[in-house]
């Protein structure tokens, strides 16, 4: 199944001048405790490479060091020894580290040959096929089940091993798609800057990609919606004359597609269901189109310039729970989930759609697959349950992201309150976006970060709004918007509310929620 993909590797590989490394010599990585010195390492052994690791850091701060567990290497800790030098052929210094600085005139003077990141990049190529995967929502869960539907069908994917690291950006994919396995599956991302994806996909020469959605996300740089939808376009102009697989209902996508005269080939998903409501999204000709909703910036559309939705070449119909009905060209088959909710059905469309028409696995067959998969942690993952409430957290960071999770719960609970975590990266109008979709769609709404307080303040004659006793501290890492401290203060809250769900949403949420679950046994 993946003969006609490898040999479109080997057309890549043959245009890039690499130098054969020989078998004797030694690779030394600096920062080993780095993401990025930890994966060089890695991606130097699976290719049958000696390397030795070092880092400043002791082993207790050296938070990846169980990904290298099974690996033979000599790894110095607490210092860069003088053995080190001596004993390298090579030395790769972190990317990070000043050419100033003492530790790069150390490497420049020592007998090892100087190595960046980018020519060890050129040198090793993944050899294997590469499939990335992009949009502003449902990247994990799509890149999780395909690589599910890989292991279920006997093939490896690359693992990059980071337990607490979501792994999209920079250089952690292009490392990644390198590692040992039989295909690479990997998320990729971007801090909603021009070519923050081609930075990626120039160095992991995909064979097809994913879009999932394009919503709005990543705009507090003073750029509006069409250069964000082009960033993911990105992922299009790499692509051209290749395969990607798209979310039809998306008309930001579609009209993408149209506004750069993608040349390649177009698989489309969507869904057939009823309208959940009506909003407004940018279209490429600089009208506004209504879109009827299915899920929050997806669903029905017909702009006066002639774009509207194509019919799905994998369509959902008769979506009822976790099951619907898959039509395609060729078939309708009945499709069972171990997920729950519309959002994820969309996911389940673009991995499926991939891997029947990429990896060639029969209908049949990732029609057994589906049901094993049983998501991904931090997605609407359940972390406590008794009689009075369940206890959820979800990594929701957007506003077209929390209004998905938000709308999902309101199908099964009647009352729901929700601990804001968050701190958007479009600033304050992400802030008060997700505050006024909050409203729309939860009965009690606590604002546990410094910045969803700031937009609660708008809100609190709607007798919705929840505070904490103590007004939270600022504090803000990207989408990291609350501290632990701040977590269990808007989760205590929470716990008074008369409602039969309690949702914890946000970065913060996911990281803390094995703290979340201490407090939660503390109560008892």
Known sequence: ?????????????SQMEKIPFTEMETFGVIGICGVVGNLVARVLM?????????????????????????????????????????????IIPPPSLPKTSNLFQKIKDSPAQLLDVEKLLQQIHPNKPVICVTGTNGKTTTTT???????????KPTEHGFRTLQGNIDYIPPLQCRLKGDIAVVETGTEGNTGDLKFILDRC?????????????????????????????????????????????????????????????VITFGVDHEVQGESKKECWCGEEITLKETLSGVGYYHCQCGLKRPTPDYLATAIQGNSFLLQT????????????????????????????????I???????????????????????QDENRDLIVDYGHNPSGVETVLRELNKTYN???????????????????????????????????????????????????????????????????????????????????DADALICIGEAAVKYKEKIKIFIDSQK
């Open 46 to 90: 699976d290719h049958g490479q000696r390397v030795m690791g070092t880092d400043i850091h002791s082993a207790k701060n050296c938070p990846f060091l169980y990904t290298l567990k099974d690996y033979n290497s000599q790894i110095y800790l607490n210092e860069h020894p003088e053995i080190f030098f001596n004993s390298s052929t090579y």
């Open 145 to 155: 089940l395909l690589k599910h539907f890989c292991y279920s069908a006997g093939l």
């Open 362 to 384: 029969p209908l049949e067959e990732i029609k057994n697959y589906l049901p094993t998969f049983k998501g991904v942690p931090g997605r609407l993952e359940y972390i406590h």
């Open 205 to 265: 020469y995909p064979s097809c990609g994913v879009i999932t959605n394009i919503n709005p996300d990543h705009l507090n740089n003073g750029h509006d919606f069409r250069h964000y939808s082009l960033i993911k376009g990105e992922l299009l102009e790499k692509l051209r004359g290749e395969t990607v697989v798209v979310n039809g209902d998306d008309p930001a996508i579609w009209g993408l597609i149209s506004h750069i005269n993608y040349q390649g080939k």
């Open 415 to 497: 009352k729901i309150a929700v601990v804001i975590t968050i701190s958007s990266e479009s600033g304050k109008s992400g802030d008060n976006e997700i505050m006024e979709r909050t409203l729309a769609n939860a009965d009690f709404i606590i604002p546990a970060s410094y910045y969803s307080r700031l937009a609660a303040e708008s809100y609190i004659s709607s007798g919705k709004i929840i505070l904490t006793t103590e007004e939270p501290e600022k504090f803000r890492e990207g989408t990291l918007g609350a501290t632990e401290e701040q977590v269990v203060r808007g989760l205590e809250k929470g716990l008074e509310c």
């Open 329 to 360: 060209s060729q078939e309708k088959i009945k499709m069972e989930m171990g997920i729950t909710g519309l959002h994820n059905v969309y996911n389940a469309l673009g991995a499926i759609a991939v891997a029947h028409e990429i990896l060639k």
């Open 1 to 13: 199944m993946l003969k006609k993909m490898s040999t479109d590797m080997d057309k890549h590989s």
